[in-house]
Each structure stands twice: as structure tokens, then as C-alpha cells.
């Protein structure tokens, strides 16, 4: 069979699989559409802003309701952070419930958003393959397995109560196999790519090890420990799966710098294969330098996109991030100051690693056939 159809039915598997996992839903939650707006009515903040509250008739779609009429009784005094304002034809996920009395009690928990990410998706793929051609298969490929490995290697063990900075070490060298094999073939690149990485990688996982630990850490900054801690059978190591996840985060921005320092390493050495490695060093490192400040600049931009309600904090001296003392001794700042530096650290070293590690290589190959 050849490698293309091989792709074509990992592709194919990797989206029933994504699909499954989106349209997931719990067994205490009921899908239903909205079918009509009862009531609606207007509350306003101090600070001005219109708060609206609904009463809701929801038909159900699934299980024991599947057709029923469900009322939710949206208009109250509580005023909730998430004002959502629904109209006719919404899908939701709803609550069902009944209290002391035997009285049905309905609560509108979120939307349903597996269609618009099945959408999203699909253009996804749709516009890798079109740009990408060859390679955007084998990375959609390589995407989907590291993936599915996560979800059922990874995170299961965890679950277990195994060690998470050995589960996640492991893991992340599998999927550097993935990215870089599928993606770039098994070829004498490929090979220094993931020897370049996995050097990195090593000095990346001690480096966390130590400034989480010199911090003192604990993992348990995040909301979604919350729900860990409360619903797992095992005990999990939260710091080491804090640890787990700044090598898995490190590992994306390493595979770029790797792959991206061998290419060039390479092109320059078929345009000038008569150079010195000396020279060869350090044209690659110039190349290679604006390709890291773009990326430091990325990373830094992505996470402050990602923690951007957490800055206006910041910007209005609110409780307890009053000087910038309390800023960066706030746990949950720490960790992503800890988490990012890191990662730029260990991408700052695959560099000159994935440099001398061509030149060697490649050049000494160039050599050889001279």
C-alpha cells in the first residue's frame, strides 16, 4: 500500500476520532434547542453595562428528553459573569435536574460547539493540504498521532497516579519521532534534526526541573486542578505534571528552530560547498537568529493573547496585584514567567546545536562525495 493511501485512512481515523472527542458530552447532560424566548428582561451594573436575562423554552434532542419541552428560568437576581443572550435555534447543553420537592429544575450549562469546530477543522485541513501539498499530509498525520497519543497514553497514565515528568518525557520523544519522521522523512536530516532536539529537550526538562523547584511551584495555580484534585481516583503529582507540560509545550518551538537550522545549514552548502566551517557556522547562526527573534517574539505575543484579562488586572492595580512585587510573586504569573523563559531558553540552545551538529554531518558528507 502506498504511503499516501496509509495517510489518507489516518487522516480519515484522526477525524472520527477529533469528531468523538468534541461531540463528547456528559451522561447528566442533555442536548436541546432553543425553540422559544418566554421573557427577557434588562438589569444594568454600577459601572453601566446592560445585563439581559431570559426565560427559555428548550426542546430536547437526546436521551429521555429527546422531543420534551424543558423550561429554563433564566430571569433572577444572580448576575453571572458569561451574559449569554439566546435566540431561536441555538443548540445548547442543558442541566436537568429536580429538587427536594420533585420540581424539574433546568440550567443552560454552555452552547453546543462540536458543529463550529468540525467546520474549523475542516478548513484547517482544507487549507494545509492546499499550501502544504506532501507535507501538509504527513503533518496533519504527525498532528493526529501525537494527539492520540496524548489522549490515550499520556493522560491516562497521569490519571493512574504514574509519574508525570516520566510519562511526559517519554511522550514527548515519541511524538518528536512523529513530528519530525512522518513530516521530513527518515533521511540523515531528520536524523540530526531529532538529535539536535533531543539534546535540547534534555537540557530543557532540567532546567524546569530546577526554576520550578527554586520557585516552589506547586502546579495548582490553574482552575483545572480544581476538578483534578476533586475527581480523580489517584493522586497526581500536580508539580510534575507542571513539568510535564512545560516540555510538551517546548517541544512545538523546538522541532521549528531544529528543522528550520538544518535547511539552512544545507542550502548553504550547496550554494557554497568550497567555504570554510567556520564561515558556514556563521552564516547559518545569522539565518538562524532571525528566525529566533521572530520566534521569541511569537511566544511572548501568544502568551500574552493568552492571559490578556489577567494584564488589565495588572493595568488597574486590582487586589492583590497592587505592585509588581505581588505581580510576580502571584503563582499563576510565576508559572507562565517560569514556563516561557524556559521554553526560550531551550530554544535559544537547539540553535547552535542543530548548527554544529550539520555542519559536521552535512558538510563532512559534501566532502566525501568531492
Known amino acids: 500500500m502506498k504511503i499516501s493511501k496509509l495517510i489518507y485512512i489516518f487522516i480519515i481515523i484522526g477525524l472520527l476520532f477529533a469528531g468523538q472527542v468534541f461531540a463528547a458530552s456528559s451522561p447528566t447532560t442533555v442536548k436541546a434547542r432553543v425553540g422559544k424566548i418566554l421573557e427577557s428582561q434588562s438589569l444594568y451594573r454600577e459601572n453601566g453595562d446592560e445585563i439581559i436575562q431570559q426565560n427559555v423554552e428548550l426542546i430536547g434532542l437526546n436521551d429521555d428528553y429527546k422531543g420534551k419541552s424543558l423550561v429554563y428560568q433564566g430571569i433572577g437576581d444572580l448576575d453571572v459573569v458569561a ?17 427536594s420537592d420533585g420540581n424539574q429544575v433546568v440550567y443552560i450549562t454552555d452552547y453546543v460547539r462540536s458543529r463550529g469546530l468540525l467546520w474549523l477543522l475542516a478548513l484547517f485541513v482544507a487549507v494545509v493540504l492546499l499550501i502544504g501539498g506532501k507535507i501538509g499530509w504527513r503533518s496533519i498525520l504527525a498532528l493526529f498521532l501525537s494527539f492520540f497519543l496524548i489522549m490515550k497514553f499520556l493522560a491516562p497514565l497521569i490519571l493512574k497516579g504514574d509519574n508525570p515528568i516520566l510519562i511526559g518525557s517519554v511522550s514527548a520523544f515519541i511524538i518528536l519521532l512523529l513530528l519530525v519522521y512522518i513530516t521530513d522523512g527518515f533521511n540523515r536530516k531528520a536524523h540530526i534534526a531529532v538529535l539536535s532536539i533531543f539534546s535540547a529537550l534534555v537540557i530543557t526538562i532540567v532546567l524546569s526541573w530546577f526554576f520550578v523547584g527554586l520557585t516552589n511551584l506547586s502546579g495548582t495555580s490553574s482552575e483545572e486542578t480544581v476538578f483534578l484534585i476533586s475527581d480523580s481516583i489517584a493522586t497526581i503529582d500536580f508539580r510534575g505534571l507542571l513539568l510535564a507540560a512545560i516540555i510538551i509545550g517546548a517541544l512545538g518551538v523546538l522541532d521549528d528552530i531544529a528543522i528550520g537550522q538544518v535547511e539552512a545549514v544545507e542550502q548553504l552548502i550547496i550554494n557554497n560547498p568550497n567555504q570554510s566551517r567556520r564561515r558556514l557556522f556563521f552564516s547559518a547562526m545569522k539565518i538562524g537568529r532571525a528566525h529566533l527573534g521572530a520566534i521569541i517574539n511569537t511566544l511572548f505575543l501568544a502568551y500574552v493573547g493568552a492571559s490578556l484579562p489577567l494584564v488589565l488586572l495588572f493595568s488597574l492595580k486590582h487586589e492583590p496585584f497592587l505592585s509588581f ?27 547552535p546545536i542543530a548548527t554544529t551538529l550539520s555542519i559536521w554531518l552535512l558538510f563532512t558528507k559534501k566532502e566525501s562525495k568531492q
Not at 441555538?90 to 436537568?96: A, G, K
Not at 505581580?327 to 507562565?336: L, Q, R
Open 83 to 99: 451574559n449569554r443572550i439566546y435566540k431561536v435555534g441555538d443548540i445548547v447543553f442543558v442541566s436537568v435536574d429536580y429538587d
Open 325 to 351: 512585587a505581588q505581580v510576580v510573586n502571584n503563582e499563576e504569573v510565576a508559572t507562565e514567567i517560569v514556563r516561557s523563559l524556559v521554553g526560550v531558553i531551550g530554544l535559544c540552545l537547539t540553535m
